[in-house]
């Protein structure tokens, strides 16, 4: 008898056999549609749904993917996500069009071409100094705005007892906010010159991180099966900083985010990390990370699935690992077909694995093979 969408994702969280592998595709921006593709897919499956975005934000460029759609692509899991602040929200709506978008932490997006927007103005970028810290405009994470209808939605979808519940509160992972803060390069820099002070920035940011994530999961009750957080730790074929540096500075940070979560829910860390992050993976099981996504088979020795189920597959849920770096954008549906297979084979032995894209489905991928993906996942995908 096949089991329903929920059943079928608390199988393979529980590392059990479910009766075929999960999808996660729309819930998050990790395992998200990009808006240009998702108006070309619905063009293409003839249905007539409006615009709409993750956490209200039109500027990252992530659909709020419409039902219908997501019960075409076969998707087990719906996202539960927070906003902004109102004030945020309406401050944005009333700018000028074209004009910089500023997130409540004080991040600027500016436009570059037509509706694709990137971070480009760093409230901190110029300072290594403490005291600069405790003077910063931090944001609010007790607004109620930001979690106004995150209790409903939870509720909704747990009454409907349908599909797996992925809650992603938003802007909240330290590294990545530390590196919107100050770019990229300028907090890398600090990690290694200004120790202290990368540390105390950190901090910082995981404590605010906290208390948005305490106020959310109130919110969310025991009703959710997933927590989404993470912070990119790798390039293409390397990690961002030394095994030496994450451990000393950044992993404690995690551990205790971590720790914080587990104490507030029995959901389970969904922990996304882009690049290859092969040399840290024992270092995120041993913190309490449950699910890892999205498996950038790409990069580095992320490549070898066999390895990384040898290794990590008693301790760790795949998601993700279908390649949006050459195949969903270059390749044919029979060539998406074809990967999609080899990845089943591999990462879903025994159970353990959910398909979903290397990250969000970029703007340049073809309809015909995002269906050939989730369509091959429910053929390839039985037990």
Not at 105 to 116: C, K, L, T
Not at 218 to 223: I, L
Not at 252 to 261: K, N
């Amino acid at each position: 008898m096949p089991l329903t969408s929920r059943e079928r994702v608390q199988a393979v969280l529980n590392h059990e056999i479910p009766d075929r592998v999960p999808i996660v595709v729309g819930a998050s921006n990790a395992t998200g549609i990009s808006t240009p593709a998702y108006r070309n897919l619905k063009r293409f499956l003839g249905i007539e749904a409006e615009d709409k975005y993750l956490y209200d934000w039109p500027e990252l460029g992530a659909s709020a993917v419409d039902e219908v759609v997501l019960e075409r692509l076969h998707s087990d899991v719906r996202g539960v996500h927070d906003r902004e602040p109102a004030s945020v929200r309406e401050r944005n709506r009333t700018r000028e069009p074209g004009s910089p978008y500023f997130n409540s932490w004080g991040v600027g997006s500016v436009e570059g071409d037509p509706g694709m927007w990137f971070p480009a103005i760093h409230p901190l970028a110029e300072t290594h100094s403490i005291a600069d810290l405790e003077t910063y405009p931090w944001p609010d994470m007790n607004d109620p705005t930001r979690f106004a209808r995150v209790r409903a939605d939870v509720q909704r979808l747990a009454a409907e007892n349908q599909y797996a519940i992925l809650a992603t509160p938003w802007l909240a992972f330290p590294l990545e906010r530390a590196f919107a803060m100050q770019r990229m390069d300028r907090f890398m820099a600090n990690l290694g010159w200004y120790p202290d002070f990368a540390k105390a920035l950190l901090a910082k940011i995981t404590d605010l991180c906290k208390t948005l994530m305490g106020n959310f999961l109130r919110e969310c009750g025991d009703d959710i099966d997933m927590i989404k957080i993470g912070d990119d730790l790798g390039m293409q074929n390397s990690l961002l900083m030394s095994p030496k540096m994450y451990r000393s500075i950044v992993k404690p940070f995690h551990a205790d985010y971590i720790a914080f979560i587990k104490a507030h829910t029995k959901a389970k860390v969904f922990f996304h990390t882009d690049g290859d992050v092969f040399p840290l993976i024992p270092d995120l099981i041993e913190i309490g990370v449950d699910i890892l996504n999205p498996i950038q088979t790409s990069a580095g020795k992320m490549a070898n699935l066999h390895e990384l189920k040898k290794q990590f597959g008693k301790n760790l849920v795949f998601c993700g690992a279908v390649d949006t770096h050459r195949i969903l954008p270059f390749g044919t549906p029979q060539d998406v077909r074809a990967e999609v297979k080899r990845v089943i084979e591999i990462l879903g032995e025994g159970g353990g694995y959910m398909l979903a894209p290397v990250h969000i489905i970029m703007p340049d991928v073809p309809p015909e093979n995002i269906l050939a993906m989730v369509d091959a996942a429910v053929e390839f995908g039985k037990y």
